[in-house]
């Protein structure tokens, strides 16, 4: 089959296409930006990378019409954008009047679980998408998932961050509310098995693991899985306000994330009980298992994708990476020092390993002052890390930087910062003839940006006098 993956660099989409093209479908994956597609996929004969932005409908043309199969897997959970509902509206819009002019017979949607009468503004968008997907042209697929538990999964980063960073927590209430978490392994049994499935046909399910859990559950349970000691402390007095600015400092989430996560965890998520596991021979596992799944694939820097590597996760970089590949020259303060290199190889990994846990390689109690000084001021902060302990892709997320161009072969990376800022800057490694060349640009935004500049002067100074001299460090 053809079949068309939307979302395709999201952290659902990043890990359905493998399974589809190992069943020896032709996988159509649909991206904003062709620089945050995987590179492996260009080299792939079963895979065809299209640029489509379901915001503008003049781009969808590139979308083939011959395609068999759909996945909507478009979510704008942290958007920050306040009219978010507005955009996923126009957006679920746009796809099914294109899609109508294909020849797809089946679109397969994932949705979240929205059984309570009062809904999340998030949950309630996401229901609205399901009837704006509907269409007498195809027949729609709908699956509802509650939490979804995986390496890299933004509740489980989020718990993870909770349970290992806090003692004893004193919680909001909302803590009480109950779900049912369902390990990501099994979402994603769901969408490839429901393909082509007649019976599934202009039809919903909700999709859920076997266990009712609290969220206070689910955080000490991952404590003991963890062999950690936690006390929980649940008050009423905490506002959602002062709920999402707790998970704000405390874990890696953005503030917009955190927020909708508050709206979201108010809500009861319970599945309604149908035959689906039987249809598709899935019987999902427990919590306890996709949280030990979950920390091999951690052990074993395998995690495919993750929420902190979308582009909506800081909320400063919405548009194309194309935007940011070219470092401007003019009206911009530079940094640059160059090294020579004796040992290419060493000098490369450890660029490619950069920030994180690794970090910074020298002067890393400043990068973290700066690292929490954003996050005070509403920035992201060091805390989303990265998704890799030694490899980094074009559209990654690292500490407060976005890659923008990685190329091992070419040697050159290339960072746009994310931190909150009187302007941008950029950060570029690159080898070139026996040297490394270090460039730091900063191009200001008035006043402040010239102010900013020249305060750390000094600080960059010998931070990246130091960085360069231990990425070319021949031990």
Same mark, same amino acid.
């Given at each position: 089959?053809?079949?068309?993956?939307?979302?395709?660099? =999201?952290?659902?989409?990043?890990?359905?296409?493998?399974?589809?093209?190992?069943?020896?479908?032709?996988?159509?994956?649909?991206?904003?930006?062709?620089?945050?597609?995987?590179?492996?996929?260009?080299?792939?004969?079963?895979?065809?990378?299209?640029?489509?932005?379901?915001?503008?409908? +003049?781009?969808?043309?590139?979308?083939?019409?011959?395609?068999?199969?759909?996945?909507?897997?478009?979510?704008?959970?942290?958007?920050? $954008?306040?009219?978010?509902?507005?955009?996923?509206?126009?957006?679920?819009?746009?796809?099914?009047?294109?899609?109508?002019?294909?020849?797809?017979?089946?679109?397969?949607?994932? $949705?979240?679980?929205?059984?309570?009468?009062?809904? +999340?503004?998030?949950? %309630?968008?996401?229901?609205?998408?399901?009837?704006?997907? %509907?269409?007498?042209?195809?027949?729609?697929?709908?699956?509802?998932?509650?939490?979804?538990?995986?390496?890299?999964?933004? +509740?489980?980063?989020?718990?993870?961050?909770?349970?290992?960073?806090?003692?004893?927590?004193?919680?909001?209430?909302?803590?009480?509310?109950?779900?049912?978490?369902?390990?990501?392994?099994?979402?994603?049994?769901?969408?490839?098995?429901?393909? =082509?499935?007649?019976?599934?046909?202009?039809? $919903?399910?909700?999709?859920?693991? /076997?266990?009712?859990?609290?969220?206070?559950?689910?955080?000490?349970?991952?404590?003991?899985?963890?062999?950690?000691?936690?006390?929980? *402390?649940?008050?009423?007095?905490?506002?959602?306000?002062?709920? +999402?600015?707790?998970?704000?400092?405390?874990?890696?989430?953005?503030?917009?994330?955190?927020?909708? *996560?508050?709206?979201?965890?108010?809500?009861?998520?319970?599945?309604?009980?149908?035959?689906?596991?039987?249809?598709?021979?899935?019987? /999902?596992?427990?919590?306890?298992?996709?949280?030990?799944?979950?920390?091999?694939?951690?052990?074993?820097?395998?995690?495919?994708?993750?929420?902190?590597?979308?582009?909506?996760?800081? =909320?400063?970089?919405?548009?194309?990476?194309?935007?940011?590949?070219?470092?401007?020259?003019?009206?911009?303060?530079?940094?640059?020092?160059?090294?020579?290199?004796?040992?290419?190889?060493?000098?490369?990994?450890?660029?490619?390993?950069?920030?994180?846990?690794?970090?910074?390689?020298?002067?890393?109690?400043?990068?973290?002052?700066?690292?929490?000084?954003?996050?005070?001021?509403?920035?992201?902060?060091?805390?989303?890390?990265?998704?890799?302990?030694?490899?980094?892709?074009?559209?990654?997320?690292?500490?407060?930087?976005?890659?923008?161009?990685?190329?091992?072969?070419?040697?050159? *990376?290339?960072?746009?910062?994310?931190?909150?800022?009187?302007?941008?800057?950029?950060?570029?490694?690159?080898?070139?003839?026996?040297?490394?060349?270090?460039?730091?640009?900063?191009? /200001?935004?008035?006043?402040? =940006?010239? *102010?900013?500049?020249?305060?750390?002067?000094?600080?960059?100074?010998?931070?990246?006098?130091?960085?360069?001299?231990?990425?070319?460090?021949?031990?």
């Amino acid at each position: 089959m053809k079949i068309l993956v939307t979302g395709g660099t =999201g952290y659902i989409g990043k890990r359905l296409i493998p399974i589809l093209i190992n069943e020896g479908h032709h996988v159509v994956c649909a991206v904003r930006d062709k620089l945050r597609a995987d590179k492996t996929y260009f080299d792939d004969g079963h895979i065809s990378i299209v640029e489509a932005d379901f915001l503008k409908y +003049s781009t969808l043309k590139n979308i083939p019409k011959d395609i068999d199969v759909a996945y909507y897997l478009i979510h704008s959970m942290s958007n920050n $954008s306040k009219d978010f509902e507005k955009l996923e509206a126009q957006c679920a819009e746009n796809f099914r009047v294109y899609a109508e002019s294909t020849k797809v017979k089946q679109v397969i949607y994932l $949705s979240g679980i929205t059984n309570e009468e009062k809904l +999340s503004k998030h949950l %309630s968008s996401r229901k609205n998408v399901e009837e704006i997907l %509907s269409s007498n042209k195809y027949s729609l697929t709908i699956f509802k998932a509650g939490i979804i538990v995986g390496s890299g999964s933004s +509740s489980f980063e989020i718990i993870r961050d909770l349970v290992e960073k806090l003692p004893v927590m004193i919680a909001p209430k909302w803590l009480n509310t109950k779900t049912q978490p369902l390990a990501v392994r099994d979402v994603l049994a769901f969408l490839s098995k429901a393909k =082509g499935k007649e019976e599934l046909y202009n039809k $919903s399910y909700d999709i859920f693991g /076997p266990e009712v859990m609290t969220y206070k559950q689910m955080l000490l349970k991952f404590a003991d899985i963890r062999g950690l000691k936690r006390y929980i *402390l649940t008050v009423p007095v905490m506002t959602p306000k002062l709920s +999402s600015y707790w998970l704000y400092f405390v874990t890696s989430t953005s503030y917009k994330l955190a927020s909708s *996560l508050v709206d979201s965890m108010g809500v009861q998520i319970i599945g309604k009980e149908s035959n689906i596991n039987q249809i598709l021979n899935v019987q /999902p596992i427990t919590y306890k298992e996709a949280v030990e799944l979950a920390f091999e694939k951690i052990e074993q820097n395998s995690i495919v994708s993750s929420w902190k590597d979308s582009m909506v996760s800081s =909320g400063r970089l919405q548009k194309s990476l194309h935007k940011y590949v070219n470092v401007p020259k003019y009206g911009c303060f530079r940094d640059y020092k160059e090294r020579t290199v004796e040992d290419e190889e060493t000098t490369i990994n450890r660029i490619w390993s950069i920030g994180g846990r690794t970090g910074w390689y020298y002067g890393n109690y400043l990068w973290k002052v700066r690292g929490y000084l954003d996050k005070l001021f509403g920035g992201i902060g060091l805390r989303r890390g990265r998704t890799h302990v030694s490899e980094l892709d074009t559209g990654d997320a690292l500490d407060f930087w976005r890659v923008i161009f990685s190329d091992r072969k070419e040697k050159k *990376l290339l960072l746009y910062a994310e931190m909150k800022l009187p302007g941008e800057a950029w950060l570029e490694f690159k080898i070139e003839e026996g040297m490394l060349k270090q460039t730091a640009t900063f191009r /200001p935004r008035g006043l402040a =940006g010239r *102010l900013y500049w020249y305060s750390v002067l000094p600080f960059h100074c010998f931070i990246f006098n130091g960085m360069i001299n231990k990425l070319i460090e021949v031990k």
